[in-house]
């Protein structure tokens, strides 16, 4: 049986195997800093659908697409998907896969959504229950500013503190046997409000949230900063960074050897006029599944804990004047 650590963190008996990964992208990801580790990458962001969710949708599906055809895996063994998006009911992610006729768990974490994906789908291999599954997760910065902002017709001016939303997918084909990086510990996320209401501002909001299930990983797992070679955090981007390092520093953790964010990796900060950084579901599942996945195999990295964030905030609740809450998942991967 997995053990259970502490409060929020279990041990896998039976770490699942990541066979393989793939990530996709458009254009403003072909122009970022990691480019070369894409799978895939669109420059049209429309990619000759109707609309921003059903392209948003096409990223998703050839995303597990690539990556269970690099597995070798027949789709009749994949047990499950788990997968979800920042849209209304996860809508991108259930017309993503619904050719692929294979059994869905929509999860929603928003932009933690990766790691939250990859627990639910270890779990599942861990227990027995099924043999092979996909965790995934997608996200579209047009649908995304139409959805949580404005349109992009409006012509609206991005504050300095503003992330811009990848565009692109990451998957990830977990297994119960086969060879490759394994996960091996998962702290769960616990809901954080430091009361900011700013949904320009989401590193702010996030950081918190970060830093409280950094200190229960290492609490629960008796582990240090420097048993992993990279800690990355998801999507704070440089505002939110800088504050998770503040944080982590009043809580005894040095964060200034081995750390970064996802945010602040994939994009240009210069040069592709990002503001404070990326954001979005694909910025952690791509950054992940493409860039991460390949140092790991390549055996730069060996052991390393992933830790997207989300800022749990809809449409409603930001009309209401309501904080941004936040929330953030860690997953232990050891090659």
Not at 15 to 35: D, N, Q, R
Not at 100 to 116: D, I, K, N, Q, W
Not at 310 to 320: N, V
């Amino acid at each position: 049986m997995d053990q259970r650590l502490g409060v929020r963190t279990v041990a896998f008996s039976n770490p699942p195997v990541i066979l393989e990964s793939a990530a996709t992208g458009s254009k403003k990801e072909s122009e970022g800093k990691l480019a070369a580790d894409f799978d895939l990458l669109v420059p049209d962001p429309l990619w000759e659908e109707k609309s921003w969710e059903t392209a948003e949708s096409k990223f998703l599906k050839h995303a597990i697409s690539i990556a269970v055809e690099k597995a070798g895996i027949e789709w009749s063994k994949i047990g499950c998907i788990v997968s979800g998006d920042l849209m209304n009911q996860c809508t991108s992610t259930a017309f993503a896969i619904k050719d692929f006729h294979r059994p869905l768990l929509g999860v929603y974490g928003a932009c933690s959504t990766m790691a939250e994906s990859m627990i639910v789908a270890a779990n599942f291999i861990s227990s027995g229950w099924v043999e092979y599954a996909v965790a995934a997760t997608s996200s579209h910065f047009c649908s995304a500013e139409k959805q949580f902002r404005t349109p992009l017709e409006y012509g609206g001016q991005r504050t300095p503190t503003a992330q811009w939303t990848v565009t692109g997918s990451g998957a990830a084909v977990l297994s119960a046997i086969g060879t490759g990086p394994k996960i091996t510990h998962a702290t769960l996320g616990k809901i954080v409000d430091r009361g900011v209401t700013d949904a320009n501002n989401m590193g702010a909001a996030m950081a918190p949230a970060f830093v409280d299930t950094m200190v229960n990983h290492f609490k629960d797992t008796g582990r240090s900063v420097l048993d992993y070679d990279l800690i990355v955090s998801g999507d704070l981007g440089f505002v939110g960074r800088e504050l998770a390092v503040r944080l982590a520093a009043e809580n005894g953790l040095d964060f200034s050897v081995n750390y970064d964010d996802c945010g602040c990796m994939i994009f240009d900060r210069v040069k592709q006029d990002v503001h404070a950084g990326a954001s979005g579901c694909a910025c952690a599942g791509t950054v992940f599944c493409g860039h991460l996945m390949k140092r790991i195999r390549r055996g730069e990295l060996k052991r390393i804990l992933f830790a997207p964030t989300g800022a749990l905030m809809s449409p409603t609740t930001c009309m209401q004047g309501e904080s941004i809450l936040g929330i953030s998942y860690a997953v232990s991967i050891e090659q």
